[in-house]
């Protein structure tokens, strides 16, 4: 069961991570964008950053949709940081580039899954993960969850070493539900993580603890 965050935000990892729960962090090229990070060697700097603040594994995206340019930043990626994984979209020149990184021994998440379709042939490629959009397949009125299921069914029946990385997690339900249905690491917005510590009956039990506590004092 591990947390990884889906930021690029140095502020939230570093939160995250000293609540002693973080796991890994995610990020994507949207994401890269909404902290204004621009250019090739900032953008590798920021990963190096990441890669500091967390030991686990940091997903960077490649850019490129061609086979021999994914490759080459696949490489680059991966000699930031022995903790960088590569995320590579589900195209058919992506699963062709992670079956080479795999054999080069190359870590890569498999990103942009919609359907357990993609999900098997990211498998049999060799991907570390795949990471399949809860939210987005919520938004279009279908139940992200049931992918999530189907491919934990899929991989266990095979004793599939790819990990199942649930994404596009929208609040703390999505995160409870995929972990109940065995997905191997969740990866959500702070405030979704954030979200799991909150219950009315803590706050007011609390109270209540508190202002007894105030009585024993007297
Ligand atoms: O992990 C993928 C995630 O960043 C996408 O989230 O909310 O844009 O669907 P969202």
Known sequence: MKFFIDTANLHQIQQAYDLGILDGVTTNPSLMAKENIKGEKAIYQHYKTICEIVPGDVSAEVFATDYEGIIREAELLADIADNIVVKVPMIKEGIRAIRYL??????????????????????????????????????????????????VNIYANYGTPTEVLAASIRNPLHIIRSFELGADVVTCPLDSILGLLKHPLTDIGLSKFLADAEKTKA
């Open 102 to 151: 795999t054999n080069q021994g190359i870590r890569t998440n498999c990103t942009l899954i919609f359907s357990a379709g993609q999900a098997i042939l990211a498998a049999k490629a060799g991907a570390t993960y795949v990471s399949p959009f809860i939210g987005r397949i919520d938004d279009t009125n279908w139940d992200g969850m049931d992918l999530i299921e189907q491919i």
